[in-house]
């Protein structure tokens, strides 16, 4: 009689070398506050086209905002770590809760490093406590990647600029208190891209408005509006870093953002295969289990394998970008072929949903619609693969 042991492969099981016994409680308190305070409420802010901004001010009372905050600003120290938790378990339920994300991981970063000690003492104490919510506003109605081509101006006046222009898509752009907006300071610098700023707008700035909410394919739940500045006086003091050095300020970040992006592209790729696996195993057809078809192994076998590939890829550049590695390139290959893998997933899962997957009482119906903007947004992945391309030499 054989003694030997079935060995299950567990697709699921949390290996993330980044992350501690610290990690891994953050995560268990923050799912249970998501149980409490998102799920039950989910449908009807997909419904409203809306998350409440009082969601956002008690993730700041529970400490989850911006967990790399210094102690001497109000925040608690942790690691990059942290940040990849909150952006897993927000966008696991959706991308209104993932909003968060922007604002802990990728627009509050921009102020603790190019800040100024009385910009900090100002603001990031509130950010962190969810007084203060923030987006970030580049994409204008005519630019999108192409950064250098933006036409909102700033113009000096004494101790104001006077902002003139639009922005358009922005995430957060009803619910933020401030935003981190990118304008030209010098219109006729060359190249363009050595007149771009970034002035810090408070909601409540004469002249600034928040425009009509989008209506968009997917991402309900996520606000996302226009941004109109005519006359708006902005004092110099909300000038983030030096003038002109805008460009190279979001460039610095940028490969955080893309690990952000690629993180929660994973977290919903693996929410897909989740409950696509459940799917196939409770549904039956001729008499079978239809996860008992060939196709549907061979299905599930192939995106199974894509999702480990990608973890340990995200793994492996999580724990580099923590040590302070350069991984600009391998940061561009991480977000989008993850993001592209999670559209391509998303496709794949629906199928094999057959016509159920067409109804929106199944989850894979919203996933559908709510992952065809990750290979677009920061930074679509076609200009990823230029950055690639052009830092092999090409």
Known sequence: MSTAKTVTFDLFKKQRPYCTDEHEMFRISLRKFVEKEVIPYFHEWEENSYTPREFFKKLGDQGFLCPQVDPAYGGLGLDFGFNLVLSEELERIGAGPGGACIHSSITVPYLEKYGTEEQKKKYLPKCVDGDIYTGVAMTEPSTGSDLAGIRTTAVREGDYYIVNGEKTFISNGLNADMFFVVVKTDPKATPAHKGISILMVDGDTPGFSQGRKLKKLGAHSSDTTELIFEDARVP????????????????????????????????????????????????????????????????????ATELSLARSFLNDLAVRHMQGADIVTKASMAKWWITDMARRMSSR????????????????????RDVAIMPIYAGTNEIMKNIIAKNLGL
């Open 236 to 303: 110099v003091s909300n000038l983030l870093g030096e003038e002109g050095k805008g460009f190279y300020i979001l460039m610095d970040k940028l490969q955080q953002e893309r690990i952000i992006c690629a993180s929660a592209a994973l977290a919903v790729s693996e929410e897909m295969l989740k409950s696509t696996i459940d799917y196939v195993k409770e549904r039956h057809a001729f008499g079978k289990p239809i996860s008992s078809f060939q196709n549907t192994q061979f299905e599930i076998a192939e995106m």
């Open 349 to 368: 899962c629906l199928q094999l949903h057959g016509g159920y997957g067409f109804m929106e009482e199944y989850d894979i119906a919203r996933r559908y």
